[in-house]
């Protein structure tokens, strides 16, 4: 369902979803730009640099890390880079990781899989032909994987004869990669087993890989579209830090071999740990969406009179909402508290104009706002222990680097520490901040 500017309070839980923007009409009536607001400059626009990036490296993969934090508005960026490359005719696939697979526990091996299907469905839309002899390849490989035999391609009565099945299709191939999506995303023990199959056997899933990548770039060729693959893989950042650690430094030479244009969510906890500078060996130069900055830290002091960042969360909600919904001071109390992360943000509109309804009111009040404000403060202080406070009071003190320190990694996991511009400074999220000060957190001693 497309989303409707909201000019009465009943329509604010639709225009305030924390769903991302994702068609061309959601992007054209909702999005506003927020570059210079986020990194100081507008010509660092992530979508257009990307797109150029990917347009003067036509002969030499891109595999990219993309991070920021939950909830910043990466998932919106992504699309508007999907949509712009699919103007320019690019073979691009968008793959949401958090939704198709087992964001809690996925191996390195899912995600190869995951972009062979992404590969041959996009294949399917764009009616591009993938050799028999390659769709051969891919079945006679699943098929001598014995769990996956067992449960998925006898199931679709697939004879398999020397490792090849006779006249197989498409449909077929589809078929068995859907079955095994499912039982990866659900079945724990089939899981545990087809895993235990795959890992020692992942060169021979490279190779069926790069036999559809080369089959699509033969194609592509004779269209004379842009030959080279372009795959967005949205919600890695989502999973846990031991397992993205694993999938990223450990076996992230697998992903640096694929010919294709590859950019991944990554988790931003993850960059504040020494680990970091080598998974960048496989996923060099990463891009950052920092967070919309309500201030300005330069060198010691916050800048006065910067009033950007204020006035660029302003603009996203009016792209939203008829700002006369909000009664006088209601929504610059609600983005000043919210410290320029539009989930909070959003969540707090949301739940103000919900009370507002109660009370069957046109629009938002004070209390109202507060009243969300106190339950999102109440949540993000719940998430970090006593033992981080030391870590934040330095952080208000004026000590706003950020540091690859196990506590920043913690406080950046939950929200309670944020990154701004780009040039790693970050800050106490301010609904933090008030409640440590509040209860005499940040004095002396």
């Given at each position: 369902m497309e989303q409707t500017r909201a000019t009465q309070l009943v329509q604010m839980?639709?225009?305030?979803?924390?769903?991302?923007?994702?068609?061309?009409?959601?992007?054209?009536?909702?999005?506003?730009?927020?570059?210079?607001?986020?990194?100081g400059d507008k010509y660092s626009d992530f979508v257009d640099s990307m797109v150029i990036r990917a347009e003067d490296s036509g002969n030499s993969a891109?595999?990219?890390?993309?991070?920021?934090?939950?909830?910043?508005?990466?998932?919106?960026?992504?699309?508007?880079?999907?949509?712009k490359l699919k103007e320019k005719n690019y073979f691009v696939c968008f793959g949401r990781c958090d939704i198709d697979l087992d964001s809690g526990d996925v191996e390195y091996t899912e995600v190869l899989f995951y972009i062979l299907d992404l590969l041959i469905r996009e294949a399917k839309e764009k009616d591009i032909e993938i050799k028999e002899n390659?769709?051969?390849?891919?079945?006679?490989?699943?098929?001598?994987?014995?769990?996956?035999?067992?449960?998925?391609c006898q199931q679709k009565e697939m004879e398999?004869?020397?490792?090849?099945?006779?006249?197989?299709?498409?449909?077929?191939?589809?078929?068995i990669m859907a079955k095994i999506k499912g039982i990866l995303k659900s079945s724990e023990e089939t899981k545990r087993q087809i895993r235990q199959s795959i890992?020692?056997?992942?060169?021979?899933?490279?190779?069926?890989?790069?036999?559809?990548?080369?089959?699509?770039?033969?194609?592509?060729?004779?269209?004379?579209?842009?030959k080279m693959p372009f795959i967005i893989l949205d919600g890695?950042?989502?999973?846990?830090?031991?397992?993205?650690?694993?999938?990223?430094?450990?076996?992230?030479?697998?992903?640096?071999e694929l010919p294709i244009h590859l950019l991944v969510t990554f988790p931003i906890a993850l960059t504040y740990t020494e680990e970091y500078r080598n998974i960048q060996i496989w996923l060099p130069n990463p891009e950052k969406l920092p967070m919309i900055k309500l201030k300005n830290w330069v060198k010691d002091h916050y800048e006065s009179g910067y009033t950007e960042g204020t006035e660029t969360m302003r603009r996203i909600v009016e792209k939203r909402a008829d700002l006369g919904l909000f009664?006088?001071?209601?929504?610059?109390?609600?983005?000043?508290?919210?410290?320029?992360?539009?989930?909070?943000?959003?969540?707090?509109?949301?739940?103000?104009?919900?009370?507002?309804r109660v009370r069957?009111?046109?629009?938002?009040?004070?209390?109202?706002?507060?009243?969300?404000?106190?339950?999102?403060?109440?949540?993000?202080?719940?998430?970090?222990?006593?033992?981080?406070?030391?870590?934040?009071?330095?952080?208000?003190?004026?000590?706003?680097?950020?540091?690859?320190?196990?506590?920043?990694?913690?406080?950046?996991?939950?929200?309670?520490?944020l990154e701004y511009n780009g040039t790693r400074w970050c800050d106490l999220h301010p609904l933090v901040e008030k409640w440590l000060l509040e209860h005499q957190k940040l004095g002396a001693g």
């Open positions: 839980q639709d225009a305030f979803s924390p769903s991302p923007l994702h068609t061309e009409e959601e992007l054209r009536n909702f999005y506003y730009e927020t570059t210079e607001a986020r990194t891109l595999h990219k890390l993309f991070i920021g934090h939950a909830g910043s508005g990466k998932t919106t960026e992504l699309f508007r880079l999907y949509h390659v769709l051969s390849d891919i079945v006679a490989y699943w098929t001598s994987i014995q769990e996956v035999n067992a449960t998925v398999v004869e020397g490792g090849f099945s006779a006249g197989v299709k498409l449909k077929n191939v589809l078929e890992s020692p056997r992942s060169s021979e899933l490279m190779a069926r890989i790069k036999e559809v990548i080369d089959n699509l770039e033969e194609e592509l060729q004779c269209r004379n579209y842009p890695l950042d989502k999973i846990p830090l031991e397992q993205a650690r694993k999938i990223f430094k450990e076996n992230g030479s697998k992903f640096a009664e006088n001071g209601v929504l610059d109390l609600l983005i000043s508290q919210t410290g320029g992360y539009i989930r909070d943000l959003f969540r707090c509109i949301g739940k103000a104009a919900i009370r507002a069957r009111a046109d629009t938002i009040s004070i209390e109202d706002a507060e009243l969300a404000l106190n339950l999102l403060e109440s949540d993000i202080n719940g998430c970090y222990s006593s033992d981080l406070i030391p870590a934040m009071k330095d952080i208000y003190e004026g000590h706003k680097h950020v540091n690859s320190s196990e506590e920043i990694t913690k406080l950046m996991q939950v929200g309670a520490v």
